[in-house]
């Protein structure tokens, strides 16, 4: 157990849609980061929050934003669903300002657009 | 600018024998280096890390990789492959963002391992 939880596991919408996906970091670590792995385009990085602050972006779209609470919790917002969306979604978090210390992943969240 | 290159995309290799999977960084510090592997549908699980201490590295499930700061690399080895090995493996560097803003990860492409029975 990574200590780092994703929620939900599973998430089915429609072409359209928005829909919100949570990340609970570890306890202690003030980095959250976000990627999204499909098939095609292998594991890529959104973006980065330190303690509630963004940090870094990488590939991600305008249509998706994200944030991170003051209680260090994440929420990615992905609105304007198509098709190519489909992939799943990691969260990572880390103790963040010590190159030493590695992320540590969550579950997932798989997201299908029908 | 930080790099990782993995040099094979996939490998395959017979049960019992042994597994490498290469990694080659570039990186303006001293970085730290990282080894994860993940299974079908599931996160990315931590294998080992290296952070300037022994140059030889061991992990989990009989893992290991030496840093070779002369060589950049970072390679993955394990000496008896079983099939609970195959698996998608990935080498991550960590190093300072500029601006001292903290730290930054950088991943390879990932290999995927094949064990053959």
């Known amino acids: 157990d990574s200590g780092v939880t994703q929620t939900p596991k599973h998430l089915i919408t429609a072409t359209g849609q928005r829909v919100t996906l949570r990340c609970s970091p570890r306890s202690g670590d003030l980095s959250v980061y976000w990627y999204q792995q499909s098939l095609d385009q292998g594991l890529q990085f959104l973006i980065q929050?330190?303690?509630?602050?963004?940090?870094a972006k990488g590939n991600i779209l305008e249509r998706f934003s994200a944030q991170q609470f003051p209680d260090l919790h994440s929420e990615l917002n992905l609105s304007s669903l198509e098709l190519g969306d489909s992939a799943l979604y990691f969260c990572?978090?880390?103790?963040?300002?010590?190159?030493?210390?590695?992320?540590?992943f969550g579950d997932g969240t798989r997201l299908s657009i029908l | 600018a930080q790099s990782v290159t993995q040099l094979d995309s996939h490998v395959s290799v017979s049960e019992g024998t042994p597994v490498l999977l290469r990694c080659n960084y570039s990186?303006?510090?001293?970085?730290?280096l990282f080894w994860y592997v993940q299974h079908p549908n599931k996160g990315l699980q931590l294998l080992l890390k290296?952070?300037?201490?022994?140059?030889l590295v061991k992990g989990i499930n009989g893992f290991e990789a030496e840093f070779k700061k002369s060589e950049t690399s970072f390679h993955l080895t394990k000496p008896s492959a079983h099939m609970s090995d195959a698996a998608e493996y990935f080498c991550v560097v960590s190093d300072i963002q500029t601006g001292n803003t903290g730290n930054q990860f950088y991943f390879g492409t990932g290999t995927s391992l094949t064990v053959i029975p």
């Open positions: 990186s303006s510090y001293s970085p730290s």
């Open positions: 290296y952070t300037s201490a022994a140059t």
């Open positions: 929050y330190y303690n509630g602050e963004e940090r």
């Open positions: 990572a978090s880390s103790v963040a300002g010590q190159i030493n210390q590695p992320q540590h």
